[in-house]
């Protein structure tokens, strides 16, 4: 037998990597992975090759069914996790398999529930499709000391979550406080923070601080059908975010490159000493502010480009290139030190209601301006860029030109669309403003489709 697809793992700066850590969340029990310390603690653990464990002290209750028991030493004992499955009596439990190796096991010494107290810890436990892991926030980072390695397979609808909570203990919660972990101050170099390499994980509500220290990367996979959302890299200097896969709602602060390759939505990169985006293969409502080199990057299999704004980069606002002449839409340059839009590698880029302001170069001869394109001469196009407002301003001959005037405009069926260039739509009397990333669960969800 293994663990059960149903149990939650929990991680918590007060818990303990030696507690059980998790439960079962079909159980109908109680579920003390959510405390701090363990719920029973014993030295005289005993399992006669089957999947009777029992302890002459006691201890055991039947609220404990569901729960986790580490086992983490003992003669003869295989030092793991087990799921409470029965109980018999204060001295004697049921578990999922047996934790006798070579004989009986006698003198084990294990941890009834009780949190976790690392997300490295949280990744060596056997855990397998569907169970999911949340991290507790604190005030006070968490302190990585290695690389948080996960590694199962999953499939289409037992996707595994890695997820940051503060109130609410749900996948896709959007709690303001979200959990920080942090590479220790001394002893750690060349590492990465968290690595998905098994198949559909989804890691959410997180924040990754290299601390600046050596070769560190903040999130990378080699594992298919991943996802990374609502999820913080910083002070990372080999890089924030590496994907080939969807990334959503993510941000990248003073990294080396902020994020780079896969699918890209409503992210923002920004003070990274290199790219804020490079490489990537589908970007959308992305934002890129004060990055050492280019703004927005693709690769030679790039898909599509839109609604993205490169501000203040020191290199190129957008060096664009991909498939079938690469079509960028809705886009706004401003404040480059480079072109606002180029070429560079496969084929031109076909650009539609794109708008410049203040580069050393607008549109270079590489790239074909197709249709709605606007190079604007006579001030910032933004309400305050200085201060992070990127809405439109509506002053005439500056933000004014770019309002209502995107793509699609006039649809193919008559229909007419006012979208403004640029990722921020104003809102118009009675409107509700912008929304992105309204496909979040819908991307998410199709990750292994």
């Not at 302890?55 to 003669?75: H, K, L, P």
């Not at 295989?78 to 398999?97: C, K, M, P, Q, W």
């Not at 200097?237 to 993510?250: A, D, K």
Request: aromatic share 10%.
């Amino acid at each position: 037998m293994a663990l059960d697809a149903a149990i939650d793992w929990e991680v918590r700066q007060d818990g303990n990597d030696a507690n059980g850590g998790g439960w079962k969340r079909t159980a109908g029990t109680t579920d003390y992975s959510l405390f701090a310390a363990a719920e029973l603690s014993a030295t005289d653990l005993a399992c006669a090759s089957n999947t009777t464990l029992t302890s002459a002290t006691g201890g055991f209750t039947a609220a404990m069914v569901g729960n986790v028991v580490q086992i983490a030493s003992g003669t003869n004992a295989l030092a793991g996790f087990y799921e409470i499955t029965a109980y018999a009596s204060t001295n004697s439990v049921t578990i999922d398999r047996t934790c006798a190796t070579g004989g009986n096991m006698t003198a084990g010494v294990g941890k009834v529930g009780g949190a976790l107290a690392s997300l490295a810890a949280a990744a060596s436990v056997p855990y397998v499709a569907g169970n999911q892991f949340y991290v507790k926030y604190s005030a006070t980072p968490y302190v990585c000391l290695g690389a948080a390695t996960f590694s199962v397979a999953g499939s289409y609808g037992t996707h595994t979550f890695i997820h940051g909570y503060d109130t609410t203990r749900s996948i896709y919660n959007t709690d303001a406080n979200r959990p920080t972990i942090r590479v220790a101050d001394s002893g750690v170099t060349s590492i990465t923070m968290l690595v998905l390499n098994g198949t559909n994980l989804v890691a959410a509500g997180l924040i990754l601080d290299g601390n600046g220290k050596t070769e560190i990367q903040g999130i990378s996979h080699s594992g298919a059908w991943v996802a990374i959302t609502r999820c913080k890299v910083l002070n990372c200097t080999n890089g924030g975010i590496v994907s080939t896969y969807p990334v959503i709602n993510c941000e990248a602060d003073t990294c080396s490159i902020g994020i780079s390759g896969g699918h890209i939505f409503g992210c923002y990169a920004h003070d990274c000493t290199s790219h804020g985006f490079y490489n990537v293969t589908t970007i959308v409502d992305c934002l890129s502010v004060g990055n050492g080199g280019i703004g927005i990057s693709t690769g030679n299999s790039a898909f599509i480009v839109n609604r993205c704004i490169a501000y203040g980069n020191a290199g190129n606002g957008f060096a664009v290139s991909g498939l079938n002449h690469l079509p960028v839409y809705n886009c706004i340059a401003e404040g480059n030190g480079g072109w606002g839009f180029t070429y560079q590698g496969y084929t031109s880029p076909r650009l539609f209601y794109c708008a410049t302001y203040n580069t050393s170069g607008s549109f270079s001869t590489s790239v074909v301006k197709s249709q709605g394109c606007v190079e604007v001469t006579n001030g910032s196009v933004f309400t305050n860029a200085a201060a992070g407002d990127f809405t439109l301003n509506n002053t005439a001959l500056r933000g004014a030109l770019l309002r209502g005037v995107g793509f699609p405009g006039t649809f193919l069926n008559g229909n007419v669309g006012y979208a403004d260039i640029g990722l921020f739509q104003h809102e118009d009397a009675g409107g509700g403003g912008a929304i992105v990333n309204q496909g979040l669960h819908a991307i998410e969800a199709g990750i292994s489709a």
